[in-house]
């Protein structure tokens, strides 16, 4: 190399973006970043599908009457808005693509121990897509999400087959992503990262991972059972033929429910980075943190049954599962707790990424409680299969992992595109979300309460108020989705160029250009201090 | 790179300790045991099992790791089947309310 | 590790990829990658193994009526052939670390041959059942007490066997990849891990069938003929 004097002008120097082009170079890229951007907008037309969903539920349910949709295609729109949301947007969102991009650099890794897997991995999520796709425009599922026994595998005539085989193939999507992620944290952290100096984002990861590779495989199995069932008449899950439709929903929910902590866990992540880059203080008890979320991975594993209550199950069985669910509740406070403390006293800067934590801890902890509701056995046969429900597990999906995604995807936007979004707007969309989002929801804990149940297109008069209240809050939350995507793209193009460390944060992700070189890092990094080195002095926020 | 190269003759031990387990949970199959035969059988699995992870798959020289992760397969395992046959052995004990 | 730069991961070995700094971090990497998956084959196995102990205790005459129908014979066989075909696995292994190409060779087309003789007889096990009408479904025949409850057997059975048959096509399918690629000397002493790797998938197909075969086969009382 001759010697320079001055810097090469920013425009020309290759980044992971502009290394190559062409439609080529990004389908058949091996680059976790690129991976991460292919995943990023697969994602964002899935949630777009799903949120088309959502406003027909909506639209229906102003009225008490069912004036809009048949019941047949009621059904269908709720089932489908909880397949997209929850199996093609929420379990990918932040793993697949924050993950993604984050996991290796943040280990100071050029790339995922597996690279032809996490391309492989997002091939078989588009094929998983397909099927289900095909499902919606073939007549749709009508089973809800959780494709009960035996009316999914015996009696309904909507396209089960086609959704569960999506499914099952998706399922291998998140698997080898779990199993890339704990090889890649086990096997490449760069020199002097140990354990206990990994950002709390890993550690999330981590123990999301773990959750994939155990659960998914069980939520695979029944869905071949049913699958079976449904081509065979074998009956393992028919009453009429020896079977129990029970045991289904114990395969279902020994990974549906791990699989809500697949969910929030890396949102969880995200919002420990957050609150510590923008109240310039190392995490309040980071061991405490870390060990959190692991023990929200292993305990999610013990309380499936609480989906269960008034199933059938048996009710020695119910108490277990109710004493189990109440543990969960004391990993997560210890996180809300922690990164409350960690707020305390700190030199707090108001950029959008936080207003998203806050948002989340706020929310989370409203989620969180009322599920303490539901894990009460008496409480629960109230509760079941009512709004509130509805309303308990969008604050946790919604108002937790949404919140944690978009807060995330604020955060490392200028790092993936190497612009900076316009924060004007940006808290603008985040305070309408807010807003839209309690709007829609918390008079779903009153409908429930009052005995609405879910799942059907009428509804008595009296409960048309709150209903009216909910779709109006979901006009609102519609717009800050939209606003954002707007800028977002907007700024990828006329976005001020960023720096390489726009926040001062720490981090090694920081520490590199942005957007990133193709191989991260030029001389691996050696790591030497704990995380979240912050100093109230060294606030240098733009 | 460290690999442990085991001699021939380990394997071929293991291979014939495997053929005696699997004609002795056939011939114990032939005595009624009532409840006991199951676990019985289930003893024999367990320690073929063991013996082709050990020896086999080397994880008798395998890094602790490796080790967690077999540890965690059959914990989770154990609970998967155990909470859910915690359903499945309690629900005689209260009587089937009328009409079921 | 003192320095590692992007620059001299290219001076190492062909078989090096990019994103590791050295042959020892990719081969960890490799093993324990194929160990997390063998966990997520565990539970994809678990859940049948869970669903199959359910309906057991709760059937167990006609688990036990279902089961005398089967063909120790030749489910015995296919055990032996089984546990056979792992021992010349992990003898493969063997003479991968030692690099010897030929025994390499050897062991590994023994392995597939055995891996094939496995699954000729699981088709003539499944055709005999296919006669003798005890394929679950509409057209289930089964004279004896019980009826009902053995077809439920039948169902564990043949999801349970043919589960495990479809992993056993994959191996023999990656047998097949890495004969050929033996061959061609791929592996050497300091390359023989993507054998053990392999090598750990076979032994588990292996250990699911050793689970298998008592609980499928030797259920019933067969009493001293």
Redesign the interface.
């Known amino acids: 190399m001759s010697t320079v004097l001055t810097a090469p002008p920013v425009e020309t120097k290759t980044n992971y973006l502009n290394e190559s082009y062409g439609i080529k170079s990004w389908l058949l890229t091996k680059d976790h970043k690129r991976i991460a951007l292919l995943y990023l907008a697969a994602i964002t037309f899935f949630f777009a599908v799903g949120g088309f969903f959502a406003v027909l539920i909506r639209l229906e349910l102003i009225t008490p009457a069912g004036d809009l949709m048949q019941p047949e295609t009621y059904n269908k729109a709720f089932t489908m808005h909880g397949v997209m949301m929850i199996f093609f947007f929420l379990i990918p969102a932040v793993p697949a693509v924050l993950g993604n991009f984050l996991v290796p650099m943040m280990i100071g890794a050029r790339d995922l121990a597996f690279p032809r897997i996490n391309l492989l991995s997002w091939y078989i999520y588009m094929v998983g897509g397909v099927f289900t796709l095909y499902a919606m425009v073939a007549g749709g599922v009508d089973t809800g999400w959780t494709f009960y026994t035996p009316y999914s595998s015996t009696y309904s005539n909507t396209q089960v087959m086609a959704t569960a085989i999506g499914i099952f193939i998706l399922g291998f999507s998140s698997i080898l992503t779990g199993l890339n992620f704990i090889v890649t944290i086990h096997k490449m952290r760069a020199p002097g990262l140990t354990w206990f100096r990994l950002p709390l984002f890993i550690w999330a990861h981590y123990a999301t991972s773990v959750i994939q590779i155990l659960g998914t495989p069980v939520v695979a199995i029944a869905i071949v059972l049913v699958g079976l069932e449904r081509a065979f008449r074998i009956g393992i899950f028919d009453p009429k033929l020896g079977g129990d439709p029970i045991l289904f929903q114990h395969l279902f929910w020994f990974y549906s429910h791990p699989a809500v902590y697949i969910m929030i866990l890396p949102s969880m992540g995200v919002i420990s980075e957050l609150v510590t880059c923008f109240s310039r203080k190392k995490i309040f008890g980071y061991g405490f943190v870390a060990m959190s979320s692991v023990a929200i991975a292993v305990l999610g594993f013990l309380v499936w049954g609480h989906h269960m209550f008034v199933s059938g199950q048996s009710v020695y069985a119910g108490m277990v599962f109710s004493i189990l669910s109440y543990l969960v509740a004391i990993p997560s406070a210890i996180k809300v707790f922690n990164w409350t403390a960690t707020l305390y006293r700190g030199s707090i800067s108001y950029q959008t990424p936080l207003l998203y934590a806050l948002g989340f801890i706020g929310l989370f902890t409203i989620g969180g409680l009322t599920g303490l509701f539901l894990a009460n056995l008496a409480v629960d046969v109230h509760l079941h299969d009512t709004y509130f429900v509805v309303g308990h597990f969008h604050y946790i999906m919604v108002g937790g992992a949404i919140m944690g995604y978009l807060g995330g995807l604020h955060f490392w936007w200028p790092k993936i595109t190497g612009r900076l979004y316009p924060e004007g707007w940006a808290r603008l969309s985040a305070l309408v979300l807010f807003v839209g989002f309690n709007l829609t929801f918390f008079p779903q804990f009153i409908l429930g309460y009052l005995g609405m149940p879910r799942r059907y297109h009428a509804y008595p008069e009296e409960f048309q108020v709150l209903n009216v209240m909910s779709s109006a809050g979901a006009s609102i939350l519609a717009v800050g989705y939209i606003i954002p995507m707007i800028y977002l793209i907007w700024s990828m193009r006329y976005g001020k160029p960023a720096p390489a460390n726009p926040w001062g944060a720490t981090g090694l992700e920081w520490q590199i250009p942005s957007p990133p070189p193709s191989y991260n890092f030029e001389k691996t990094p050696v790591v030497t201090e704990e995380p979240y080195v912050y100093s109230h002095e060294e606030a240098q926020v733009v | 790179m460290v690999t442990h190269i085991e001699p021939k003759r380990v394997y071929l031990a293991v291979f014939a300790a495997l053929m005696v387990l699997t004609v002795l949970t056939v011939w114990v199959s032939y005595f009624d045991m009532g409840d006991l035969s199951i676990v019985v059988a289930l003893a024999i699995a367990v320690t073929k099992a063991t013996l082709v992870v050990l020896f086999f798959m080397h994880a008798r020289h395998s890094p602790r790791l490796t080790k967690f992760v077999i540890a965690a397969g059959f914990c989770w395992l154990v609970i998967l089947i155990g909470l859910t046959l915690s359903d499945y052995f309690t629900r005689t004990w209260l009587p089937l309310p009328q009409g079921w | 590790?003192s320095?590692?730069?992007?620059v001299a991961?290219v001076e190492h070995p062909a078989v090096l990829?990019?994103?590791?700094?050295d042959?020892?971090?990719q081969?960890?990497?490799s093993?324990?990658?194929m160990?997390?998956?063998?966990?997520?084959?565990?539970?994809?196995?678990?859940?049948?193994?869970?669903?199959y102990?359910?309906?057991r205790?709760?059937?167990p005459e006609g688990f036990a009526a279902g089961s005398l129908r089967l063909d120790?014979m030749l489910g015995?066989l296919n055990?032996?052939v089984l546990?056979?075909s792992?021992?010349t696995?992990?003898?493969a292994?063997?003479a991968a670390?030692?690099g010897k190409r030929q025994d390499l060779v050897a062991f590994l087309s023994a392995t597939l041959g055995l891996g094939l003789v496995f699954l000729v007889v699981k088709v003539f096990e499944y055709h005999h059942k296919y006669v003798e009408r005890l394929i679950?479904?509409?057209n289930f025949f089964f004279d004896g007490p019980h009826a009902?409850?053995a077809?439920?057997m039948f169902?564990f059975y043949f999801?349970m066997t043919g589960?495990h048959a479809l992993h056993m096509v994959v191996g023999v399918g990656l047998l097949t990849y890495f004969i050929a690629k033996a061959r061609s000397g791929r592996y050497t002493a300091?390359y023989?891990w993507p054998v053990?790797v392999m090598?750990?998938y076979w032994?588990?197909v292996?250990?699911v069938w050793?689970?298998l075969?008592?609980?499928l086969y030797?259920?019933g009382?067969?009493?001293?003929h």
Do not use: K, N
Request: proline share 3%; hydrophobic share 55%.
């Open positions: 590790m320095e590692h730069t992007a991961a990829q990019h994103q590791f700094d042959l020892e971090q081969m960890d990497a093993t324990l990658g160990w997390v998956f063998l966990l997520t084959e565990i539970m994809f196995f678990g859940g049948l193994f869970a669903a102990t359910v309906y205790a709760a059937y120790l015995g055990t032996v546990i056979a792992s021992l696995m992990a003898l292994v063997r670390q030692l679950p479904g509409p009902a409850q077809h439920m169902c999801a589960m300091q023989y053990e090598g750990l032994h588990f292996d250990i050793i689970f075969f008592p609980l030797l259920i009382h067969r009493g001293v």
